[in-house]
Nanobody
Protein backbone atom coordinates (compact mmCIF):
# COMPACT_ATOMS: atom_id res chain seq x y z
CA UNK A 1 0.00 0.00 0.00
CA UNK A 2 1.01 3.64 0.09
CA UNK A 3 0.15 6.66 -2.01
CA UNK A 4 2.51 9.47 -2.94
CA UNK A 5 1.37 12.85 -4.21
CA UNK A 6 3.78 15.49 -5.49
CA UNK A 7 3.24 19.22 -5.50
CA UNK A 8 5.22 22.43 -5.89
CA UNK A 9 6.10 22.31 -9.56
CA UNK A 10 5.71 25.26 -11.86
CA UNK A 11 7.50 27.63 -14.20
CA UNK A 12 10.50 29.67 -13.11
CA UNK A 13 13.28 31.68 -14.68
CA UNK A 14 16.84 30.42 -14.75
CA UNK A 15 18.49 30.97 -11.39
CA UNK A 16 15.24 30.65 -9.52
CA UNK A 17 14.17 28.18 -6.85
CA UNK A 18 11.34 25.77 -6.19
CA UNK A 19 10.49 23.42 -3.36
CA UNK A 20 8.74 20.20 -4.27
CA UNK A 21 6.75 18.18 -1.77
CA UNK A 22 5.98 14.48 -1.72
CA UNK A 23 3.12 13.64 0.63
CA UNK A 24 3.03 10.00 1.66
CA UNK A 25 -0.19 8.29 2.73
CA UNK A 26 -0.49 4.84 4.32
CA UNK A 27 3.28 4.51 4.27
CA UNK A 28 4.95 5.80 7.41
CA UNK A 29 6.60 2.80 9.03
CA UNK A 30 9.67 0.75 8.26
CA UNK A 31 13.16 1.62 7.11
CA UNK A 32 12.05 3.10 3.80
CA UNK A 33 13.83 4.95 1.04
CA UNK A 34 12.08 7.76 -0.77
CA UNK A 35 13.63 9.10 -3.94
CA UNK A 36 13.03 11.86 -6.42
CA UNK A 37 13.25 11.03 -10.10
CA UNK A 38 13.03 13.30 -13.10
CA UNK A 39 12.31 12.78 -16.76
CA UNK A 40 13.19 15.59 -19.18
CA UNK A 41 11.14 15.85 -22.37
CA UNK A 42 12.15 13.10 -24.78
CA UNK A 43 14.55 11.47 -22.31
CA UNK A 44 14.53 8.67 -19.77
CA UNK A 45 13.84 8.83 -16.07
CA UNK A 46 16.74 9.18 -13.64
CA UNK A 47 17.00 9.20 -9.87
CA UNK A 48 18.48 12.46 -8.59
CA UNK A 49 18.05 12.39 -4.81
CA UNK A 50 17.09 9.86 -2.16
CA UNK A 51 16.64 9.75 1.58
CA UNK A 52 16.62 6.88 4.05
CA UNK A 53 13.65 7.75 6.22
CA UNK A 54 14.91 5.97 9.33
CA UNK A 55 17.86 8.27 9.93
CA UNK A 56 17.68 10.95 7.24
CA UNK A 57 20.74 9.84 5.28
CA UNK A 58 20.69 11.54 1.88
CA UNK A 59 22.15 10.72 -1.52
CA UNK A 60 22.43 12.78 -4.68
CA UNK A 61 23.22 12.42 -8.31
CA UNK A 62 26.22 14.53 -9.24
CA UNK A 63 24.11 16.58 -11.62
CA UNK A 64 22.21 18.16 -8.73
CA UNK A 65 24.53 17.84 -5.73
CA UNK A 66 25.17 21.25 -4.23
CA UNK A 67 22.03 22.73 -5.77
CA UNK A 68 19.24 20.41 -4.62
CA UNK A 69 18.51 19.28 -1.07
CA UNK A 70 16.24 16.42 -0.07
CA UNK A 71 14.75 16.43 3.41
CA UNK A 72 11.84 15.02 5.36
CA UNK A 73 9.28 16.09 7.91
CA UNK A 74 8.38 12.80 9.54
CA UNK A 75 5.54 14.29 11.57
CA UNK A 76 3.86 15.45 8.36
CA UNK A 77 4.78 12.35 6.35
CA UNK A 78 6.32 14.55 3.71
CA UNK A 79 9.59 14.55 1.79
CA UNK A 80 10.84 17.76 0.21
CA UNK A 81 13.16 18.63 -2.61
CA UNK A 82 14.57 22.14 -2.39
CA UNK A 83 15.87 23.14 -5.81
CA UNK A 84 18.11 26.19 -6.09
CA UNK A 85 19.95 27.65 -9.03
CA UNK A 86 17.55 26.07 -11.50
CA UNK A 87 18.65 25.92 -15.12
CA UNK A 88 16.79 25.08 -18.33
CA UNK A 89 18.29 21.59 -18.32
CA UNK A 90 16.42 20.95 -15.07
CA UNK A 91 13.12 21.11 -16.94
CA UNK A 92 11.43 17.76 -16.39
CA UNK A 93 8.58 15.85 -14.84
CA UNK A 94 9.59 15.25 -11.23
CA UNK A 95 8.26 12.14 -9.55
CA UNK A 96 8.75 10.68 -6.10
CA UNK A 97 8.78 6.99 -5.32
CA UNK A 98 9.18 4.85 -2.22
CA UNK A 99 10.60 1.47 -1.36
CA UNK A 100 9.80 -0.10 1.99
CA UNK A 101 12.40 -1.80 4.15
CA UNK A 102 15.31 -0.48 2.12
CA UNK A 103 18.98 -0.81 2.90
CA UNK A 104 21.20 2.23 2.52
CA UNK A 105 22.96 0.54 -0.39
CA UNK A 106 19.61 0.29 -2.15
CA UNK A 107 18.89 3.95 -1.45
CA UNK A 108 22.26 4.90 -2.93
CA UNK A 109 21.62 2.76 -6.00
CA UNK A 110 18.54 4.80 -6.86
CA UNK A 111 20.73 7.77 -7.81
CA UNK A 112 23.59 5.75 -9.30
CA UNK A 113 22.01 3.15 -11.56
CA UNK A 114 18.85 2.58 -13.59
CA UNK A 115 16.02 1.56 -11.32
CA UNK A 116 13.48 -1.10 -12.17
CA UNK A 117 10.14 0.65 -11.59
CA UNK A 118 8.83 -2.54 -10.01
CA UNK A 119 11.54 -2.28 -7.37
CA UNK A 120 9.70 0.72 -5.96
CA UNK A 121 6.54 -0.06 -4.03
CA UNK A 122 4.80 3.24 -4.74
CA UNK A 123 5.04 5.97 -7.37
CA UNK A 124 3.52 9.41 -7.51
CA UNK A 125 2.04 10.92 -10.65
CA UNK A 126 4.65 13.66 -10.94
CA UNK A 127 4.81 17.43 -10.93
CA UNK A 128 6.12 19.43 -13.87
CA UNK A 129 9.01 21.86 -13.53
CA UNK A 130 9.78 24.25 -16.38
CA UNK A 131 12.83 26.51 -16.30
CA UNK A 132 13.30 29.19 -18.92
CA UNK A 133 15.35 32.31 -19.59
Amino acid sequence: QGRLVESGGGSVLAGGSLRLSCAVSDYTSGNSCIAWFRQPPGKGRDGIASILTSDGTTNYDRSVEGRFTISQDSAKNTVFLQMNGLQPEDTALYTCAARRTALQEECIAMVRYPVDPDAMHSWGQGTLVTVSS
